[in-house]
T-cell receptor, first 116, second 116 residues
């Protein structure tokens, strides 16, 4: 496909359960971002990859959150021991430029996570 | 701290009338500004960005935005609104301390309702 895809689109988890969210970026995009969007709010930055290197994870809320992009393409965001406050839409975006050029980010449809 | 503000939670416009969605920014330096639109159950779609140059930026779907440095604003505009423009609109600014990549800081969003 031409755009960013994410799976699953919806996930219901019981509190304490581990979840894994997948992002397939646009082919060839070097940059990959994860954002968290709480209900009624704008997206908030979680982490950034440049190819397979995770250059910024300053937005991850706790050590229960972990992201990887081992081959510089597909990325997975993992949340361990989910809590109710983790309920949100998780958005993935990939970027078409690197470095000094101000790239445009293209977003996937998001994964809506509900923790009961 | 760098931030963007969208002072209106909702904007109501009659179809065919001009629309404006407001955004103000606070950054220490030259801002890189973006507008995205979000339709229900879909990810963010890029509309336009301001990097430098002309203060009037033209984007997708007939939208444009005017950068005003003295008023620190970047309002989104369209001459004639369509019912299909009804959606959630987000203004964003690049985090200038992100180390050269395009980490975005988003506003809380403005819901645009265009009435027939």
């Amino acid at each position: 496909g031409a755009g960013v895809s994410q799976s699953p689109r919806y996930k219901v988890a019981k509190r304490g359960q581990d979840v894994a969210l997948r992002c397939d970026p646009i082919s060839g995009h070097v940059s990959l971002f994860w954002y968290q969007q709480a209900l009624g709010q704008g997206p908030e930055f979680l982490t950034y990859f440049q190819n397979e290197a995770q250059l910024d994870k300053s937005g991850l809320p706790s050590d229960r959150f972990f992201a990887e992009r081992p081959e510089g393409s597909v990325s997975t965001l993992k949340i361990q021991r989910t809590q109710q406050e983790d309920s949100a839409v998780y958005l993935c975006a990939s970027g078409d430029h690197l470095g000094s050029s101000v790239e445009t980010q293209y977003f996937g449809p998001g994964t809506r996570l509900l923790v009961l | 701290a760098q931030s963007v503000a969208q002072p209106e939670d909702q904007v109501n416009v009659a179809e065919g009338n001009p629309l404006t969605v407001k955004c103000t920014y606070s950054v220490s330096g030259n801002p890189y500004l973006f507008w995205y639109v979000q339709y229900p159950n879909r990810g963010l779609q890029f509309l336009l960005k301001y990097i430098t140059g002309d203060n009037l930026v033209k984007g997708s779907y007939g939208f444009e935005a005017e950068f005003n440095k003295s008023q620190t604003s970047f309002h989104l505009k369209k001459p004639s609104a369509l019912v299909s423009d009804s959606a959630l609109y987000f203004c964003a600014v690049r985090d200038l301390f992100s180390g050269g990549y395009n980490k975005l800081i988003f506003g809380a969003g403005t819901r645009l309702a265009v009435h027939p």
